[in-house]
C-alpha cells in the first residue's frame, strides 16, 4: 500500500526550515529519501532503518518512529539548490536490502530567493 | 557517480508497434529496476532484477516484460504500444547489500 506524504506542496524563502512527512498503515523494514528536480532523475538522499538512528545529510536529516509509521525529513536553513519534489519509498517489515519500494506521491518543495 | 545509460530518451511511436527500452550500466550493480513515472506523479515500480537471469514483476502490473541475461544490461519490451503506455520509464540500479538506488535520465514515450 502506499505511503502517504504531507504536505503535498511547500513554499519558502531561504534560509527557512520545513519539515515533510512520511506515513504508511504497514508495518515498515525501512523509509528511502530521494529527490527529483524538474526534469531530471531522482537522487538518493537517505534511508531509515527499522531500529536505526536518526540519519543527517548537511542540513537535511531524517527521524523514523516505529510507533508511528511514520518518517519526517527536516530541511533546516534551506537552500535554493533544496527546491525539487521530495519522494519516499518504503519497504515493509520483513524486506531486505533488495530495495522493492512503493513510493509516495511526493512533495513539491520550492525555495524561493 | 553512477554510469547508467538509457536509449532512447524521446521516442513517439503509433499504436500496436513493438518497442524495447534499453538500459546498460557500467558499475556492475547486481540489482537493477525499471520504474514508471507520469509527470509530476509518483514512481511506480514495474520490474526489478536481482542479478542474471532473475526477474520479477513490481506491484505496478505491466504489460511489458524484461529480461536480465548480462549484469550490465536489463531493457525493457513491449510487443505492442498502446497510448495507455505512454509515461516516462526510468531505470535504476543498486549494489547488492546496499539500499541507495541510482537512477539513469529515462525514456520519455509516447504512444500515438
Known amino acids: 500500500q502506499q505511503p502517504v506524504q504531507s504536505p503535498q506542496a511547500v513554499i519558502l524563502r531561504e534560509g527557512e526550515d520545513a519539515v515533510i512527512n512520511c506515513s504508511s498503515s504497514?508495518?515498515?523494514?525501512?523509509v528511502h529519501w530521494y529527490r527529483q528536480k524538474h526534469g531530471e532523475a531522482p537522487v538518493f538522499l537517505m534511508i531509515l532503518l527499522k531500529g536505526g538512528e536518526q540519519k543527517g545529510h548537511d542540513k537535511i536529516s531524517a527521524s523514523f518512529n516505529e510507533k508511528k509509521q511514520q518518517s519526517s525529513l527536516y530541511l533546516t536553513a534551506s537552500q535554493l539548490s533544496y527546491s525539487g519534489t521530495y519522494f519516499c519509498?518504503?519497504?515493509?517489515?520483513?524486506?531486505?536490502?533488495?530495495?522493492?519500494?512503493?513510493f509516495g506521491q511526493g512533495t513539491i518543495l520550492t525555495v524561493h530567493p | 557517480e553512477a554510469d547508467i545509460y538509457q536509449t532512447p530518451r524521446y521516442l513517439v511511436i503509433g499504436t500496436g508497434k513493438k518497442i524495447t527500452l534499453e538500459c546498460s550500466q557500467t558499475m556492475g550493480h547486481d540489482k537493477m529496476y525499471w520504474y514508471q513515472q507520469d509527470p509530476g506523479m509518483e514512481l511506480h515500480l514495474i520490474h526489478y532484477?536481482?542479478?542474471?537471469?532473475?526477474?520479477e514483476k513490481g506491484d505496478l502490473s505491466s504489460e511489458s516484460t524484461v529480461s536480465r541475461i548480462r549484469t550490465e544490461h536489463f531493457p525493457l519490451t513491449l510487443e505492442s504500444a498502446r497510448p495507455s503506455h505512454t509515461s516516462q520509464y526510468l531505470c535504476?540500479?543498486?549494489?547488492?547489500?546496499?539500499?541507495?538506488?541510482?537512477f539513469g535520465p529515462g525514456t520519455r514515450l509516447t504512444v500515438t
Open positions: 519509498g518504503t519497504e515493509p517489515a520483513g524486506g531486505t536490502s533488495y530495495g522493492k519500494l512503493t
Open positions: 504497514k508495518a515498515l523494514y525501512s
Open positions: 535504476a540500479t543498486g549494489l547488492a547489500g546496499t539500499y541507495e538506488q541510482y
Open positions: 532484477s536481482y542479478g542474471v537471469n532473475s526477474t
